[in-house]
């Protein structure tokens, strides 16, 4: 296994959230008198909510906040549970760090939100700790809470990855001195990310950087979820 640790973004990463958030961004920019296509809205809110609502402000005048305001409003009617699923393979991908004696943690932007759709899912087991907004650290590429994490679970930063679908986690993970690795299935972050490893699924993500990379020393874990 090429890593011993496993840091995980939530939205755009294990899970599939971009359609959902859209949807509420699109229905708050119409609220706001703003006519948008809903693929160039998508590709605006991937970047982050705050860099979209500024985006729409320069274009159209509305203030940002009114939009965020908006979208926040919406967002429980659009970003449910049943929508937004784990991308296909992440559960394999997940099981398989543990069952090569690899540790999986949870480091996203997003509230308890994103720990309750572990749970609902299933996937909850696989992970050693999380890390979401409701801990108030400064956000990415910020390193805090990747030092945090290296500090509290003692682990070694050469054997840790931060995995995610934006230049900034990977970054985020180059600056707390470990990997990053690119989860990039739309080829959003294409030629941007400071990092060798990219990857377009979560099963060749498993193939490259779990399966087919082993070390001397990885042991299955029986009691594995």
Excluded at 89 to 101: K, M, P
Excluded at 151 to 168: I, N, T, Y
């Amino acid at each position: 296994m090429k890593f011993s640790y496993f840091i995980w973004d939530y939205d755009g990463t294990l899970f599939d959230t971009y359609d959902a958030v859209a949807r509420a961004y699109h229905r708050a920019a119409q609220q706001n008198g703003i006519e948008i296509a809903f693929d160039e809205l998508r590709w605006l809110t991937k970047h982050s909510l705050g860099w979209a609502a500024k985006q729409l402000e320069q274009r159209y005048g509305t203030a940002a906040q009114d939009i965020l305001d908006a979208y926040y409003a919406f967002a429980p009617q659009e970003e449910t549970l049943e929508v937004m699923r784990p991308y296909p393979g992440t559960r394999e991908t997940l099981r398989a760090v543990c069952e090569h004696g690899g540790k999986n943690y949870l480091y996203s932007h997003r509230d308890h939100a994103s720990i309750d759709a572990l749970e609902h899912y299933g996937l909850k087991p696989y992970f050693s700790d999380f890390i979401t907004k409701d801990d108030h650290f400064p956000r990415k590429p910020a390193p805090d809470a990747l030092l945090h994490m290296i500090s509290k679970h003692g682990l070694e930063p050469d054997r840790a990855v931060m995995v995610g679908d934006r230049v900034l986690d990977v970054q985020a993970g180059l600056n707390a001195g470990m990997q990053g690795a690119l989860f990039d299935p739309e080829g959003f972050c294409q030629g941007q990310a400071p990092t060798p490893y990219q990857y377009a699924s979560m099963d060749a993500l498993r193939k490259a950087l779990i399966e087919d990379e082993d070390v001397p020393g990885d042991t299955p874990k029986e009691e594995c979820p």
